[in-house]
């Protein structure tokens, strides 16, 4: 069983900063692609940053130049840096990643989710 716990969600100021944080912990082989997800009230869930175990990194066009996705490997832990934040950046911020499992004796990939962490931009 695979899990991603975020951390790091609050309130901060139109303007300000924040760091997300997400580890993965469990019974996995492998993780690939990590990443970060939001949702909003009213709104479907979109696609924030993914990140490789390389390092290759894909943003959506409203965070470009703002936001900043990292991972650090040896903690299995995936980072979302939020600067110059906007009230349209508010919403539940989710963590996913793209895990390999062995199951009975057979390599299988699962997505998983975490549980979400809220983030309000509000003075």
């Known amino acids: 069983q695979v899990q991603l716990v975020e951390s790091g969600g609050g309130l901060v100021q139109p303007g300000g900063s924040l760091k997300l944080s997400c580890a993965a912990s469990g019974r996995f082989f492998r993780i690939n692609t990590m990443g970060w997800y939001r949702q909003a009230p009213g709104k479907e869930r979109e696609l924030v940053a993914t990140?490789?175990?390389?390092?290759?990194?894909n943003y959506a066009d409203s965070v470009t130049g703002r936001f900043t996705i990292s991972r650090d490997n040896a903690k299995i832990t995936v980072y979302l840096q939020m600067n110059s934040a906007k009230p349209e950046d508010t919403a539940v911020y989710y963590c996913?990643?793209?895990?390999?499992?062995?199951?009975?004796?057979?390599?299988?990939?699962?997505?998983?989710w975490g549980q979400g962490t809220p983030v309000t931009v509000s003075s």
């Open positions: 990140i490789t175990p390389t390092g290759r990194t």
């Open positions: 996913n990643a793209d895990a390999v499992v062995v199951d009975s004796g057979y390599y299988r990939s699962l997505e998983i």
